[in-house]
Each structure stands twice: as structure tokens, then as C-alpha cells.
């Protein structure tokens, strides 16, 4: 066996190796930087207004790109996104009328967001309320004059009754709200099919759509091309909810029920009740939207009148930070992307799964300056 050295000798062996000097951070050319995330308290209108005007110049920008990819030159997509849409009678009215729903979805969602309650079912709660105004035109239900009142009115019970039993299992139960309100929007299209193919299919075509509603059924027009009063309706809609969320008492109770529920209720405020009417608020203007579309619109009840709406609503109050009033400019703008991405698939054969990433795409930059606003990068010695 191998003779073991002396302990002595190994202590030496040890401690007269010197470990390697350690760089001197205060030395000239070994001082490193760092980069910083800091949370912003509090962002300035301009930066907020800077950040997404930057965001969306990138997204046309990685846009423009594909596009060009794809065989559409500059100029006309210049064409088609700025000149054709802002200075095209036809065109400006296809963007309102898309904008009016998609503005009363986003203020749903934002209602519903300004409480913490993630309300991801709204097309579920559309199909809801457009499903109790069609029951109200097919039986002829109250006198002409008011029909379209009563239909309205129905579709905000629809809609708010559809958003009851998500917010009872969160409230009660602790449920979350994402899975029941997404797991309802199923419910409530099967149901709809049901109808369509059923007891309320069209008698004179066979199709599985609703049979046309009669004229006091139908939202008037405004007389400039095929604008109806679903627009001043979403235009109203979004001052009530500025009164509501930024000069109520009921609003006051919203952003404390936002900012910190736990602090509320130990204040003694109604949080849970501020939860519960919010919810059903938000459910309400989804009903709402529902019956613009179909009494505006559609004219009828469809298979298809609220598909993509709901995830549009949703992405709309995250863009306008859940402020009603930029609510009706984010619309607007979603229902340019809309229209121009029409007339790409019409005019230039662009396939709709491109015409689809290139919205995500805008979007997605979009949404991705929220992080500028949020937080602030800054550099470190």
C-alpha cells in the first residue's frame, strides 16, 4: 500500500497556495454596467401616449414587411391602410360600424377588469343577451314603438344573467372566473346552434339563421351609408361609463376594490356587492353588444355574429388601460385593422391566416409597449 504523507505536510501543501487575486472593481477598464428594470409608480400622459404610438410604428412596420413578402407593394398598402380607409366614404363606414360592438365589448371588459374579475366568457354573454332580444322580436313581444327598447333591455338581462353564475362560484366558492366564463362561451354556442337548427331556423329559406326581424326590429339608419344608431348608442355607453367609473360613488368603490380589496372590506365597504354589480354591469353591455350587432347589422340572428368579438373586446380594454374613453379610439382602430385586412384577402388574394398574423403581429407590438410604461430601464456602474 502507498505510504500516506505527514498531516504537517498537507496542512503546507494547503496553505501555501495562494487562491487568484480578485479583479478590482474600481480599477480603470474592469468597471462593468448593468442593465436596471425598475416598476414605475406612476407614467406621464405623454410618455404612455409615446410608448404606444411606438409600439404600433413597429407593428406596421414588421407588418409592412411580411406583407411585402408576400408580393403587396408599398404603395399599395399605403393605399389600403391609410388612403382607401380615411378618405373612402364606403370604407370610413365599414370601420365605424365594425367600431360601434367592438367599443361596447371593450367597455364590458373593462368594467369587468377595473374589479379584478377576468372576463374572458363575452361572447358567451353575447349569444346570452342576442338570444333573449331574437325571443323578444320572433313573439312580437309589446308594441311596435318600443320593441327595439324592450329587445335592448332583454339582451342586457340576458347577458347579465349569463354572467351570474360565474360570479356567484367566485365569489361564493372561490371558482376561477377565467375557466367558468371560458367554459360558458361553449355552453351558450351549442345552445345558440340548438335554436338555429331547431325551432327558430328561417321558415322560408331552411338556413339555420333566424328569420329577418321586421322593421321596428331593426336599429334605424343614420342616413349616411350603412350606419345605424349602434353607434351613437356606443358612443352614449361610453360617457355613461366615464360618469360611472371616474365621478361616482360607485366607481370610487371600483378602484378601491382594484387597488385593495382586503383593505376595503376591512374598511367596512361593500366589496363583494361592487364585484357583483360590476360583473353583472359588464355582462349587461356584452348582451348589449349582442343585440347591436344582430338589430343593427345582421338583422337576424346568426351562427356566426359573435365569432372573434370577445377576444377583440378583451385586447381592446387592455389597450385603453381600461379607460372608456380611449376605449372608443382603440375600437376604431381595431375596426381599421378589420376592414383593411378585408380588402387584402379580397383584393390582393392575401390568404386570411396571413392577414391574421399580421394583425397579431401589430397587436402583439402594440400590447408589448405596455412594458415601457410599466417599467423604466436604466443603466448601472
Given at each position: 500500500m502507498p505510504e500516506t504523507a505527514p498531516a504537517a505536510m498537507i496542512l503546507t501543501s494547503r496553505t501555501d497556495t495562494k487562491p487568484?487575486?480578485?479583479?478590482?472593481?474600481?480599477?480603470?477598464?474592469?468597471r462593468t454596467r448593468r442593465l436596471s428594470v425598475e416598476i414605475r409608480q406612476h407614467a406621464p400622459g405623454w410618455l404612455q401616449?409615446?410608448?404606444?404610438?411606438?409600439?404600433?410604428?413597429?407593428?406596421?412596420?414588421?407588418?409592412?414587411?411580411?406583407?411585402?413578402?408576400?408580393?403587396?407593394?408599398?404603395?399599395?398598402?399605403?393605399?389600403?391602410?391609410?388612403?382607401?380607409?380615411?378618405?373612402?366614404?364606403e370604407s370610413l363606414a365599414a370601420v365605424l360600424t365594425q367600431a360601434a360592438p367592438l367599443s361596447i365589448i371593450g367597455l364590458a371588459a373593462a368594467i369587468a377588469f377595473r374589479v379584478r374579475f377576468w372576463n374572458v366568457g363575452i361572447e358567451g354573454q353575447m349569444?346570452?343577451?342576442?338570444?333573449?332580444?331574437?325571443?323578444?322580436?320572433?313573439?312580437?313581444?309589446?308594441?311596435?314603438?318600443?320593441?327595439?327598447?324592450?329587445?335592448?333591455?332583454?339582451?342586457?338581462?340576458?347577458?347579465?344573467?349569463?354572467?351570474?353564475?360565474?360570479?356567484l362560484l367566485r365569489l361564493r366558492l372561490g371558482l376561477n372566473e377565467i375557466i367558468s366564463t371560458l367554459l360558458l362561451n361553449y355552453v351558450a354556442f351549442?345552445?345558440?346552434?340548438?335554436?338555429?337548427?331547431?325551432?327558430?331556423?328561417?321558415?322560408?329559406?331552411?338556413?339555420?339563421?333566424?328569420?329577418?326581424?321586421?322593421?321596428?326590429?331593426?336599429?334605424?339608419?343614420?342616413?349616411?351609408?350603412?350606419?345605424?344608431?349602434a353607434l351613437p348608442l356606443a358612443v352614449v355607453l361610453m360617457l355613461a361609463g366615464w360618469w360611472l367609473i371616474n365621478l361616482s360613488r360607485f366607481g370610487f368603490l371600483m378602484r378601491v376594490a382594484e387597488a385593495n380589496p382586503r383593505l376595503g372590506r376591512a374598511q367596512g365597504l361593500p366589496m363583494t356587492g361592487v364585484v357583483l354589480a360590476a360583473t353583472l354591469l359588464s355582462g349587461a353591455l356584452a348582451g348589449v353588444a349582442g343585440f347591436a350587432i344582430c338589430a343593427g347589422v345582421?338583422?337576424?340572428l346568426t351562427q356566426s355574429f359573435a365569432a372573434g368579438y370577445g377576444f377583440s373586446g378583451i385586447l381592446i380594454a387592455f389597450l385603453a388601460r381600461?379607460?372608456?374613453?380611449?376605449?372608443?379610439?382603440?375600437?376604431?382602430?381595431?375596426?381599421?385593422?378589420?376592414?383593411?385586412?378585408?380588402?387584402?384577402?379580397?383584393?390582393?388574394?392575401?390568404?386570411?391566416?396571413?392577414?391574421?398574423?399580421?394583425q397579431a403581429l401589430i397587436v402583439l407590438c402594440v400590447a408589448a409597449s405596455d412594458?415601457?410604461?410599466?417599467?423604466?430601464?436604466?443603466?448601472?456602474d
Open positions: 487568484a487575486p480578485k479583479p478590482d472593481p474600481a480599477a480603470p477598464g474592469r401616449a409615446a410608448a404606444l404610438a411606438g409600439g404600433l410604428v413597429v407593428g406596421l412596420i414588421c407588418a409592412a414587411a411580411l406583407l411585402v413578402a408576400a408580393g403587396v407593394s408599398l404603395s399599395d398598402l399605403a393605399q389600403e391602410f391609410v388612403v382607401s380607409i380615411l378618405t373612402s366614404p349569444i346570452g343577451g342576442a338570444i333573449a332580444a331574437t325571443a323578444v322580436a320572433l313573439a312580437d313581444l309589446g308594441p311596435e314603438p318600443l320593441r327595439l327598447v324592450l329587445m335592448g333591455l332583454a339582451a342586457a338581462l340576458g347577458g347579465a344573467l349569463w354572467m351570474l353564475g360565474p360570479t351549442n345552445g345558440l346552434l340548438h335554436l338555429l337548427y331547431g325551432p327558430w331556423r328561417d321558415p322560408e329559406s331552411n338556413f339555420p339563421n333566424s328569420a329577418l326581424f321586421s322593421s321596428p326590429e331593426r336599429l334605424a339608419d343614420l342616413g349616411w351609408q350603412n350606419l345605424t344608431y345582421e338583422h337576424r381600461n379607460n372608456p374613453l380611449a376605449v372608443l379610439v382603440v375600437a376604431f382602430a381595431v375596426g381599421m385593422l378589420f376592414v383593411a385586412g378585408q380588402s387584402l384577402q379580397v383584393f390582393y388574394q392575401i390568404p386570411s391566416s396571413a392577414v391574421q398574423l399580421v412594458f415601457f410604461i410599466r417599467h423604466r430601464l436604466r443603466w448601472i
